[in-house]
């Protein structure tokens, strides 16, 4: 059983676009997060939810919309998509303070 | 500002010498300290983490870090690298306080068989 599962894994599709992201974690984690991993690999948090509540909101453009129907679910939303989206997302889940964060393999985003 | 740098983008290492991967942290309080590994075309895996007590913590794969508090640094470490440890390396600090984790910039470990 896949811990933090994110779908699709690759999604390509062109600008203007609106797509979604699915995360769903088994563990029983209280935190949800969305982070996005450029081209240099480097990692930037965007959201995080607690017990579905929006605890953390990073500037990122209002395009971006995450959504959590309940503790076990976050999914993003993205409308009008541009090259500039292009990444991979990662969706992870942690219990709390103190607790590691498990993470999903990822969702590669081409913006063509 | 909270911030965690790792001063390094790139470690090469040859095949059985100890590998060290550098972090150091600006966080308030006394931080959780966390490190993982990407493998390629893969998510984050937590390897260990330091809460409290011995400043060596010991984690999976055989990797182990150092906690300075002095130096407010966090070195990833392990006496003798395998062509298997061959990945990216993110260092990540979490307040004790609230859910947020700041991440390094990741060093892309390289080990030479």
């Known amino acids: 059983d896949t811990a933090v599962s994110q779908t699709p894994k690759y999604l390509v599709t062109q600008m203007g676009n609106d797509k979604s992201i699915k995360c769903e974690q088994n563990l029983g984690h209280d935190t949800m997060y969305w982070y996005k991993q450029d081209s240099k690999k480097f990692l930037k948090i965007m959201f995080s939810y607690n017990n579905k509540e929006l605890i953390i909101n990073e500037t990122v453009p209002n395009r971006f919309s995450p959504k959590s129907p309940d503790k076990a679910h976050l999914n993003l939303h993205i409308n009008s998509l541009e090259l500039g989206d292009s990444a991979v997302y990662f969706c992870a889940s942690s219990q709390g303070p103190g607790r590691e964060e498990a993470f999903g393999s990822g969702t590669r985003l081409t913006v063509v | 500002a909270q911030s965690v740098a790792q001063p390094e983008d790139q470690v090469n290492v040859a095949e059985g010498n100890p590998l060290t991967v550098k972090c150091t942290y600006s966080?308030?309080?006394?931080?959780?300290l966390f490190w993982y590994v990407q493998y390629p075309n893969r998510g984050l895996q937590f390897l260990l983490k330091?809460?409290?007590?011995?400043?060596l913590v010991k984690g999976s794969y055989g990797f182990e870090a150092e906690f300075n508090k002095s130096q407010t640094s966090f070195h990833l470490k392990k006496p003798s690298a395998l062509v298997s440890d061959s990945a990216l390396y993110f260092c990540?600090?979490?307040?004790?306080?609230?859910?947020?984790?700041?991440f390094g910039t990741g060093t892309s470990l390289t080990v030479i068989p």
């Open positions: 990540a600090v979490s307040p004790s306080t609230g859910n947020q984790f700041y």
């Open positions: 966080v308030s309080g006394n931080p959780y």
């Open positions: 330091y809460i409290t007590g011995d400043n």
